[in-house]
């Protein structure tokens, strides 16, 4: 029997999807991704202090277009981080708040977005420096 070469070897699962089985890594990647997208994020984190209207999360998320706003509330509704009430009015009035399970998601979100703040100078310079290093002609 001829020895086993490194590239007949399946490495083993490591990193944060290997606590979970292998069977799941297509939905983990799916509820990470919607989880850390910018969009679901900064609409979660406007969401913490309680329901607000289409309009007023417009409003707070700045750059956010109309049709991204509805599709990011559309997801974060079909994985059940947010609900949608709609009220009998006229003007009809329609309210979005976050679920018991998006207000588990706050922790991270608020952590993530507490990182990027006290980071945002040094993420400057950083980027700063990198884009001289890029621009200088190479020998």
């Not at 001829?2 to 490591?14: I, L, Q, T």
């Amino acid at each position: 029997m001829a020895p086993e070469s490194p590239a007949d070897r399946v490495p083993e699962r490591a990193g944060p999807c290997a606590r979970w089985p292998a069977e799941h890594g297509e939905t983990m990647r799916q509820i990470v991704e919607r989880a850390g997208d910018k969009w679901s994020v900064l609409v979660i984190g406007t969401l913490e202090h309680g329901p607000l209207r289409y309009t007023d999360l417009q409003r707070s998320i700045p750059g956010i277009s109309q049709r991204m706003l509805t599709h990011t509330l559309r997801q974060l509704r079909r994985d059940g981080l947010v609900t949608r009430t709609a009220y009998p009015e006229v003007p009809p009035r329609v309210e979005y708040a976050l679920t018991d399970l998006g207000a588990t998601l706050l922790v991270a979100v608020t952590a993530m977005v507490d990182w990027a703040g006290s980071h945002h100078d040094e993420i400057i310079r950083n980027r700063a420096h990198f884009d001289r290093q890029a621009a200088e002609p190479r020998p």
